[in-house]
């Protein structure tokens, strides 16, 4: 069986970023954490009886999981461990910002066995974190990173961010070379984007003309590579044998259950694919996760497969398409052919993205028929 993994959603944030589009929100009053991590157990064990295979890996994600406390993390992880097979050598990953992490909480999560921490950095320059709207500075990045070094955590991701406003490639080498010097075992390094129904949607900034940003893009892959840290994904960089796991196993195309406000799942039964989601509102959610499932049609499939597989380096093997799809290959006859005419594939006998179709990925998958 192939493994699976859990992603656990925690909405709330201390503030709302003008960048952000995902399902988070800004604390009002007191987050009703007790109340949560019981909804979030029971959310569990609606889901676990259509999921099969050892858990390979568990995502706080959020909002930001690290407002709660290590007693409720460890209840809902114990919990985890009592209602699924999980491997005893699974990748237990806790999201944190800086500006919401005390060093007593980041020893706590170290003993109640996360392994692997993501801290949102964002950027180590303090008027490019003032521009987008974050809540600390470089010195509560300094006193992150030394906290969560001494708690004894090794391996790190830093969540890294360019084409920043007013960014050029000066200012963001500054930054990988800050994020560097602390030897992360994994970066994303991602480019800004201003997603519909933010605040920068509304109220967009002044971004990098699109040379700059194809400097910063072309130059930064270069130094992070000259540094040790392999390039897999599209936004994704590891020091060897480092790679998330977890994010591995969504480009895979891989089975995950989704438990919190807000959180998607995908599940594979007798060959066909379903896609769950949970009620967005932490108030809705609190009262009952609504659980939706969705049957993805045989005409998605392809998409949904390629939109994932085609970010990774690596790409795919055609065999893997039909293993993870249950369709024959022959349906992506045609995307195959042109494709690799267009230079967006190597050769019409496997899924792996060239350069240029690492950097066009929206066009390719307009290929699709």
Request: proline share 5%; glycine share 8%; hydrophobic share 35%.
């Amino acid at each position: 069986m192939n493994p699976i993994g859990l992603y656990i959603h925690f909405p709330w944030c201390i503030k709302k970023c003008p960048y952000c589009d995902f399902n988070s929100h800004v604390i009002d009053g007191q987050i009703p954490e007790k109340e949560y991590i019981s909804s979030l157990i029971n959310d569990l064990y609606d889901d676990v009886a259509d999921f099969h295979g050892p858990i390979n890996s568990v995502f706080l994600g959020g909002g930001t999981p690290s407002l709660f406390s290590p007693r409720s993390i460890s209840e809902i992880l114990s919990t985890t461990k009592n209602v699924l097979k999980v491997s005893d050598d699974a990748e237990i990953t806790l999201e944190a910002n800086p500006g919401a992490l005390d060093a007593a909480n980041i020893e706590g999560f170290r003993q109640i066995g996360v392994n692997r921490l993501s801290l949102g950095v964002q950027s180590f320059q303090d008027q490019h974190l003032s521009s987008l709207g974050r809540v600390h500075n470089n010195d509560d990045i300094n006193y992150a990173i030394a906290a969560i070094k001494s708690a004894g955590f090794t391996n790190i991701n830093f969540d890294l961010m360019h084409g920043l406003p007013k960014q050029d490639w000066k200012s963001a080498k500054r930054d990988l070379l800050q994020a560097i010097s602390h030897e992360p075992t994994h970066i994303s390094w991602y480019q800004l984007t201003i997603e519909p129904n933010t605040v920068f949607s509304h109220k967009p900034p002044s971004l990098p003309c699109e040379e700059m940003l194809i400097e910063i893009y072309e130059r930064g892959i270069e130094l992070l590579s000259q540094e040790g840290y392999n390039r897999y994904e599209i936004s994704a960089f590891s020091q060897l044998n480092k790679e998330s796991r977890h994010n591995l196993n969504y480009w895979q195309f891989g089975d995950y259950i989704g438990i919190g406000a807000g959180a998607h799942g995908k599940h594979t039964i007798g060959g066909n694919i379903y896609r769950t989601t949970k009620s967005r509102s932490p108030r809705d959610y609190l009262i009952s996760p609504n659980k939706k499932i969705k049957t993805v049609s045989r005409s998605e499939i392809p998409l949904e497969y390629l939109m994932n597989s085609l970010r990774l380096v690596s790409g795919s093997e055609l065999r893997d398409f039909e293993e993870r799809t249950g369709l024959s290959k022959e349906v992506i006859n045609n995307f195959l052919n042109k494709a690799f005419e267009g230079g967006f594939i190597d050769n019409k006998r496997r899924l792996v993205p060239t350069q240029l179709g690492l950097s066009f990925l929206d066009e390719v998958l307009l290929l699709i028929d």
